[in-house]
């Protein structure tokens, strides 16, 4: 007979979505266990317990792990559906992928582009996004002027904004062929708050003008043209661990 686990940890493990998406169901009282309301915390039995969400019954089966490499372009947003735009990242999967279920590793803001990684293993996302595994995001910034070398310091200090902690792991000026009169840099993150960066550059009297995420964890947008979707190997899915 099965052990019991953590209804969270058996929904992802079933691709319903993250881990923290499920524990958001369940404090809206989406997911049922044998038919009463479940509670944070709740453990369940596979193939004993009948679990349900939006009243549909989830039974156990194996999922082969599946993981895409997607080069965001800008205007997307990373979501299934929005009722103001009707193009999201998902419109880039080719027809066999749409109908699965994917969780998203590592949103991008709509204005923001680069590599977003999707999984149908809701552990392995998990693994991949929580900070605690420490995994590395690489992004390059380009601001509206010269980044002054005194604000690298207080980049990488780190400040408060608006009751969260904001700080960029490291901050490496580039020369930017392009203008001299913009900023580039390339910044590491191990975390990733929503509009983190932005935040972080805007609080120091910046406006991040392009913000394109190029690598997470070992794997980058090397040879990812933009717009593409990619399957990645076991190999290169071992590489992100």
């Known amino acids: 007979m099965e052990t019991a686990v953590r209804l969270q940890k058996f929904l992802a493990n079933q691709g319903i ?3 923290r998406e499920i524990e958001r169901m369940i404090e809206e009282g989406r997911i049922e266990i044998d038919g009463n309301t479940a509670q944070l915390g709740d453990k369940i039995v ?11 019954v989830i039974r156990k089966q194996h999922i082969e792990r599946m993981v895409l490499a997607i080069n965001k372009p800008r205007g997307l947003l990373c979501s299934h559906s929005d009722p103001h ?31 977003v990684l999707m999984t149908n293993d809701g552990d392995f996302a998990h693994e991949i996004s929580h900070p605690s595994y420490g995994m590395t995001k690489r992004y390059r910034v380009e601001i509206n002027r010269p980044l002054d070398a005194v604000h690298i ?17 490291k901050v490496i000026p580039l020369k930017n062929a392009k203008s001299e009169e913009r900023g580039l840099a390339e910044v590491h993150l191990h975390h990733g708050r929503k509009h983190e960066i932005r935040n972080l550059f805007y609080a120091f009297g910046y406006r991040v003008r392009r913000l394109r995420r190029t690598q997470i964890g070992n794997f980058t947008l090397k040879g990812l043209p933009i717009g593409t979707v990619r399957v990645l190997s076991p190999a ?6």
């Not at 009707?86 to 992928?97: G, K, N, R």
């Not at 310091?153 to 792991?169: S, Y």
């Not at 290169?236 to 661990?241: D, G, P, Q, R």
């Open 153 to 169: 310091a207080k980049l990488l200090k780190g400040i408060e904004w608006k009751g969260e902690r904001l700080q960029a792991d």
């Open 17 to 19: 979505a993250s881990r």
């Open 236 to 241: 290169e899915i071992a590489t992100l661990k």
């Open 46 to 56: 596979p193939g004993v317990n009948q679990v349900s969400v939006d009243g549909r």
């Open 85 to 115: 735009h009707s193009e999201t990242i998902f419109d880039l999967l080719p027809d066999e992928l749409k109908a699965m279920k994917w969780i998203m590793i590592g949103r991008l803001d709509k204005e923001s582009e680069g590599l």
